[in-house]
């Protein structure tokens, strides 16, 4: 063992990079797993929607539309309120109260929705 103190050496300084390279996964390895994630579920959402009937692809649509006007009314008033907000010297405390205001008419229309199925 004396003989060879460079293979000592060696060892020990593959230990300590391997060590450090498996201890916390770099912004890349998460970046990368990200990425999978999201063309494996972009892959499924595809294979979901080839399998759908075209009465289905329709009902799928129009859900997607009401979201969507319902999210583009929500950034409004959400606008609205945060222009009002500055226009007051900006107390959020006002923010919370528009919050929970919107939560309150999202649940009306959810239940609005749910009784309208049944």
């Known amino acids: ?7 000592t050496l060696e060892l020990s300084s593959i230990y300590r990079t391997e060590k450090n390279h498996n201890c916390f996964p770099s ?3 998460e970046d990368f797993m990200n990425m999978e994630f999201k063309k ?3 892959i499924q959402q595809m294979n979901r929607l080839e399998q759908m ?3 289905m692809l329709l009902n799928e649509y129009v859900l997607m539309e009401k979201k969507n006007e319902t999210l583009e009314a929500k950034l409004e008033d959400v ?6 907000n500055e226009e007051k010297g900006g ?3 006002n923010r919370e109260v528009f ?11 959810f239940r609005q ?3 309208s199925l049944f």
């Open 1 to 7: 063992m004396a003989d060879h103190p460079e293979d």
């Open 27 to 29: 912004q890349s390895d």
């Open 40 to 42: 494996d579920y972009d």
């Open 53 to 55: 009937s075209k009465e």
């Open 79 to 84: 606008k609205v309120a945060e222009e009002a």
């Open 91 to 93: 107390d959020p405390e």
């Open 99 to 109: 919050i929970e205001e919107d939560l309150s008419q999202k649940i009306v229309l």
């Open 113 to 115: 929705e749910m009784e």
